[in-house]
């Protein structure tokens, strides 16, 4: 598989891993670390939605790691960070200042430094 593709195929991988955090946060609006309230959990319709888009990234993930080196597809998964840092903003209206802006764009950086070797 060439480059191009494995990247694409990680960050659809990472974009469905982000999502899903997206659906765990929402469904957690009340939650307390307890045995109870952990297993009922299995029962929140956000979770089980967020488990089930977590397992797609996951196929897509593991299709990235068949056909590329993991050195290469780990550092590439990062741009789950950029992901989870736009849904944040963009659905629970969280805000980015300069310093995470700065690292965002560093860890960009870093994906087309790899994504160029």
């Given at each position: 598989m060439d480059t191009l593709l494995i990247v694409l195929v990680t960050f659809i991988a990472a974009f469905f891993a982000a999502l899903a955090q997206y659906f765990f946060k929402g469904a957690l609006p009340r939650f307390s670390f307890n045995l109870k309230e952990m297993l009922a959990l299995f029962k929140n319709r956000g979770v089980i939605i967020g488990i089930i888009v977590y397992l797609i990234g996951l196929a897509f993930?593991?299709?990235?790691?068949k056909?590329?080196?993991?050195?290469?597809?780990?550092?590439?998964?990062?741009?789950?960070f950029v992901f989870v840092a736009?849904?944040?903003m963009i659905k629970f209206k969280e805000k980015?200042?300069?310093k995470r802006v700065l690292g965002l764009a560093?860890?960009?950086l870093g994906i087309i430094v790899i994504a160029l070797t």
């Open positions: 993930y593991l299709y990235a790691l056909s590329g080196e993991l050195s290469f597809v780990y550092p590439v998964f990062s741009i789950i736009l849904i944040g980015l200042g300069m560093l860890i960009v």
